[in-house]
DNA sequence: GAGCAGGAATCCC
DNA sequence: GGGATTCCTGCTC
C-alpha cells in the first residue's frame, strides 16, 4: 500500500472529514405510516422545509456559502471519497498480487507489488504498472489463454486509473488550498505563518479546536510524528498529521511525474523541484457559478474533465479565530468580511432556495476545497462580493445525474439516509433499498419527476445491469442489489 | 401485492 | 446518442 493510500487509511481523517447534518430522520417504524414519517422527516431533517428541500443545500442564515459548503457534506466527499477508493485499491492490489501467478513474471509482480509498498510514490507505481501492462501485453501477442493474466492486465489498468484520480484529487484540492490561503505548494518551505494559515483551515474544515502548539515551520512540520501532533494538539493532532501526510505525498508524487514529463519532453531533468516546484496554478477568480462538480457528474466525468488549471480560486479567505472563538472571512486586502460563531451549518433556511435547486448528493463536489473555492462571492448574504446580496444564487446543477451516483451517496452519508438506503456490505458494495417508496420520491424530487415510483426507479436499476454498474447479489434478495466495481469504491 | 426481469417506445439533456 | 422514464407483460415470492 502506497503512502497515499495508507495515510489515508490511517488517519480516520478522511472519513471523518464529512460534514454531513448530525441531524437526520430517523428510521420509519413500522406503526408509523408514511405521511407521519413524512412529517417527522420535516421535523427531524436539518434542511427539509418541504420534500423538495431534502436535497437542497443552502447555507443557512449568517453562514457565508463558502464556509457553508466547506462544511456541507456535499462538498466534504472528496477525501473520503479518496479512502473509501484507497480501501478498495488497497484490497484490490492485495488480491491481485496473491492471484497473479503466470511463470516469468515474477519480476514484474514482484515490482508491482513494490510499487504497491509504502514508500513507492505514485510515479514509480505508475511506471511500474506500465512495465506491467506492456509485459501483459506481450503476453497476448504471444496468444497466452491464461485468463488470469488478462484479467490482471484489466486490473493493473483499472488500478492505474483509480489511483491517478486520487492523486489528481488531492492535488487539486491542494492547488486550491494554496491559492486560497497564499501557501507555497511546497510544506517543506512553510513558514510558521503559513502553517498557522494552513492549520487554521484545517481546524475550520474539520471542525476542530485550533492547536496552541503547531504553528511551526512546515519544515519542522513534517519531521514531527504523529505521536508528536497528538501531543501538541489533542484534539485532531492526528487529523492534522494526515492530512499534512497526505499533501506532502501528493506533492512529492506531482513533482515525480512532472519530470518525468518533462525529461521525456524536454530531455532535461529538473534537479530541484523543492524550491522552484511548480504545481499547477489555479485559474484567475471567476464569478462562474458552474462548479467543478457541476462540469464532472460521474467519475468517468472527472477522468476525462479533470484539469488543476481549473480550479476556481476564493478570493476570500476563511479563518478561525481563536480569539473570537468564531471563524471569520478575510478579504484579500485582510479586511475582515464576515465574523460568525460556531454554529450548526444546517439550521433550516427557510426563506432561501426556492428558486435554487441546490446540490442533491449526487452533486457531491469531486473536490470539497475546489468547490468550496469559485465561491468567494458567498450567496448568503454575508459574504458577497460584486453580486447582490438581496439576490441570491446557488450553481444550479446542469449536468446529468445518474442515479447509480445518487444512490452511491445516499449510502456514503448513513446518518441523513440509512432509514432509505443502506449498506448492507460496504466492502462487496451489495446495498438495501429500505424505503423504496422514499427512495423513489427523493429520486423523482431530484430529476424533478413529480411520477416517479419504485417500478420505474427499479427499471433504471436493471438498465444497469447491462452496463456492469449493478446487479443483484448471488443470493438474491428484495430490495437489494450490488455495486460492480468499480462503482463500489 | 410487491418486487423482479426485461422489451419497447419515448423523452430529455 | 446516452441515460432515464414510461408502460407493459409475465414471473416469483
Known amino acids: 500500500m502506497d503512502t497515499l493510500t495508507s495515510t489515508m487509511l490511517t488517519s480516520g481523517t478522511a472519513l471523518d472529514g464529512y460534514r454531513w447534518n448530525s441531524l437526520s430522520p430517523s428510521p420509519l417504524s413500522d406503526n408509523e405510516d408514511e405521511e407521519e414519517y413524512c412529517r417527522r422527516i420535516k421535523v427531524e431533517h436539518p434542511f427539509e422545509v418541504d420534500s423538495d428541500a431534502f436535497f437542497r443545500n443552502a447555507p443557512p442564515p449568517g453562514i457565508s456559502h463558502q464556509m457553508h459548503k466547506r ?41 508491482f507489488e ?69 501557501l507555497p505548494t511546497d510544506p517543506y518551505v512553510w513558514t510558521a505563518e503559513h502553517s498557522g494559515r494552513w492549520i487554521s483551515d484545517m481546524c475550520m474544515q474539520f471542525q476542530l479546536p485550533p492547536p496552541r502548539e503547531l504553528f511551526l515551520a512546515g519544515r519542522v512540520l513534517l519531521s514531527m510524528s504523529q505521536e508528536e501532533f497528538i501531543a501538541r494538539a489533542p484534539e ?37 523541484t523543492r524550491l522552484g516546484a511548480s504545481w499547477p496554478a489555479p485559474s484567475s477568480p471567476t464569478l462562474s457559478t458552474e462548479t467543478n462538480a457541476d462540469r464532472l457528474g460521474s467519475t468517468q466525468d472527472y477522468v476525462n474533465n479533470f484539469n488543476p488549471n481549473t480550479a476556481d480560486v476564493a478570493p476570500n479567505m476563511s479563518y478561525y479565530s481563536a480569539n473570537n472563538n468564531n471563524y471569520q472571512t478575510l478579504q484579500q486586502d485582510g479586511s475582515i468580511l464576515s465574523s460568525l460563531p460556531q454554529q450548526p451549518f444546517f439550521a433550516t433556511n427557510n426563506s432561501q432556495n426556492a428558486a435554487n435547486i441546490l446540490h442533491s448528493p449526487s452533486d457531491s463536489e469531486i473536490s470539497s476545497n475546489a468547490s468550496s473555492m469559485n465561491d468567494g462571492n458567498s450567496t448568503d448574504g454575508v459574504c458577497v462580493e460584486g453580486r447582490s446580496a438581496s439576490a441570491p444564487h446557488f450553481p444550479r446543477h446542469s449536468g446529468t445525474v445518474h442515479l447509480w451516483h445518487f444512490i452511491r451517496e445516499l449510502l456514503d452519508h448513513p446518518k441523513q439516509y440509512s432509514s432509505c438506503v443502506r449498506w448492507v456490505d460496504r466492502e462487496e458494495g451489495t446495498f438495501k433499498i429500505e424505503s423504496s417508496h422514499h427512495l423513489a420520491r427523493f429520486w423523482g424530487q431530484r430529476k424533478n419527476r413529480a411520477q416517479m415510483n419504485y417500478d420505474k426507479l427499479s427499471r433504471s436499476l436493471r438498465q444497469y445491469y447491462k452496463k456492469g454498474i449493478i446487479q443483484k447479489p448471488e443470493k438474491k ?6 455495486f460492480l466495481p468499480p462503482y463500489n469504491l
Open 71 to 111: 462544511t456541507a457534506p456535499c462538498t466534504a466527499i472528496p477525501l473520503a471519497s479518496c479512502a473509501t477508493a484507497a480501501a478498495s485499491l488497497s484490497s484490490a492490489f492485495c488480491k491481485r498480487s496473491n492471484g497473479f501467478t503466470k511463470p516469468g513474471s515474477l519480476a514484474n509482480e514482484s515490482a
Open 114 to 182: 513494490d510499487a504497491s509498498s509504502v514508500s513507492a510514490p505514485l510515479s514509480v507505481v505508475k511506471a511500474e504498472q506500465t512495465s506491467h501492462s506492456e509485459d501483459c501485453s506481450r503476453s497476448n501477442e504471444l496468444s497466452l489463454t491464461n485468463n488470469s493474466v488478462v484479467t490482471s492486465c484489466n486490473d493493473a489498468a483499472q488500478m492505474d486509473i483509480y489511483r491517478d484520480l486520487i492523486l489528481r484529487h488531492l492535488i487539486q484540492d491542494i492547488s486550491t488550498t494554496c491559492s486560497k490561503l497564499a
Open 236 to 272: 485532531g493532532g492526528d487529523t492534522l498529521h494526515a492530512q499534512l501526510q497526505l499533501w506532502k505525498t501528493a506533492f512529492e508524487s506531482y513533482n515525480q511525474q512532472n519530470n518525468g514529463a518533462n525529461q521525456n519532453s524536454q530531455g532535461v531533468t529538473q534537479s530541484n
Open 477 to 482: 434478495q428484495r430490495l437489494v442489489y450490488k
